[in-house]
């Protein structure tokens, strides 16, 4: 930002009214190298001599950057939730200059939050080969063609911290990598354990070891996560979305009785998926669209208003037959049942309801809460 000088609203006026106006962006970001600004969003101006800066809440927050001091220019193509990029080497400042920040960067950046990169380039590059700025009389670069070396002198020391920076980078991604590689030797280590106790039935499995290893399994999550900025549209999205849940939930369900609630889908959903969350709109809408796409799993209605996430061949039949079974041991409460067949209570409740509602089980209610027995009734 050293290479910036103020101006004034007035001067500003007459620059823009005395020179021709090649180019104007709105919503541009400057960056002092590779940090932020507090110069957050402006319009950029581009006359053949230089480039003007006006804040969009704050015309007297005005600077100008002149073009002698342009060395190269390089065009940053927008990445995941990155605006592009236009990056500019410059030359050293002039002495005389009112710069306005100090800066030890030896280059700048402009982010078009709002597009408008490649034709604003297209325009500057067109400038500087011209080098229209001597004919209205505006400040040269002093050192010539020295300053033009020293500007690459100065791109050259940036490369190298640069490389010193991925140097250091790599060097982080290798300790990582050390600790990836521990944890997959202790999850090894941890399994050869538990298949040797089942090969020589040797002892029961401990609840230490099986939290264990699910948490080992639980933090391996989901390679390739979709996102809406990879699909073409949100419908093609929403369907890899339906596919990715029911692939990465399937097994769970079948761990877990055949059902689990949408909120317990949720939950593992973004856990797996890691930093590229979903929200809770995006993953009802992508469930419904299951049953019509004929996956494993799809979405359940209870009276009660709960939704849940059921296997396609877990119907209604098999959830009160697996109801009636569990009754038949014992009578069971909600908590009860869902200790038995590793559901939530909330679907344990809806499942000793919906066997109520078909006549197979008959409640008992008490101080004690709320007990379902089998309806011998139907029997006698």
């Not at 180019?23 to 970001?29: D, I, L, M, N, T």
């Not at 009389?137 to 300053?147: C, D, H, I, R």
């Amino acid at each position: 930002m050293d290479r910036f000088e103020w101006i004034s609203p007035e001067e500003c006026a007459e620059v823009l009214k005395k020179e021709e106006l090649v180019a104007k962006q709105p919503s541009v970001r400057l960056y002092d190298g590779d940090e932020k600004t507090p110069f957050d969003s402006g319009i950029l101006h581009l006359t053949p001599a230089q480039m003007i800066w006006v804040d969009d809440n704050d015309q007297s927050c005005s600077m100008r950057l002149h073009l002698s001091l342009v060395v190269l220019i390089e065009e940053q193509r927008h990445g995941a939730g990155n605006s592009p990029k236009i990056m500019l080497h410059l030359a050293p400042p002039r002495p005389s200059a009112i710069s306005v920040q100090v800066s030890s960067a030896s280059h700048l950046k402009f982010s078009f939050r709002k597009g408008g990169m490649v034709e604003f380039s297209r325009r500057l590059t067109d400038q500087i080969a011209r080098k229209r700025w001597q004919n209205f009389g505006g400040p040269q670069n002093s050192a010539g063609q020295s300053g033009f070396r020293i500007g690459i002198a100065g791109i050259e020391r940036k490369l190298q911290t640069e490389q010193k920076g991925v140097n250091q980078q790599i060097s982080h991604a290798f300790e990582d990598l050390n600790s990836l590689m521990k944890a997959a030797k202790d999850t090894v280590a941890l399994s050869k354990i538990l298949v040797t106790k089942v090969k020589n039935r040797q002892g029961e499995i401990t609840d230490d070891e099986t939290t264990q290893l699910k948490s080992y399994l639980l933090s391996l999550g989901v390679d390739d996560p979709v996102t809406r900025e990879a699909s073409r549209s949100d419908n093609i999205y929403f369907q890899k979305l339906a596919k990715e849940i029911s692939a990465n939930l399937t097994t769970p369900l079948k761990e877990s009785g055949g059902l689990m609630t949408l909120t317990d889908v949720y939950c593992r959903v973004n856990r797996a998926r890691g930093l590229e969350l979903v929200s809770p709109e995006d993953v009802l809408r992508a469930c419904r669209l299951m049953k019509a796409m004929r996956l494993p799993t799809e979405l359940k209605f209870f009276e009660s208003g709960v939704i849940a996430l059921e296997l396609r061949d877990f119907s209604e039949t098999v959830v009160i037959k697996k109801t009636q079974e569990a009754l038949e041991v014992s009578p069971l409460t909600a908590d009860m049942l869902a200790k038995t067949l590793g559901v939530s209570v909330i679907l344990a409740k809806e499942m000793l309801l919906l066997a109520e509602k078909q006549g197979v089980a008959c409640r008992d209610e008490s101080i004690e809460g709320l007990k379902f027995y089998p309806n011998r009734f139907l029997s006698t």
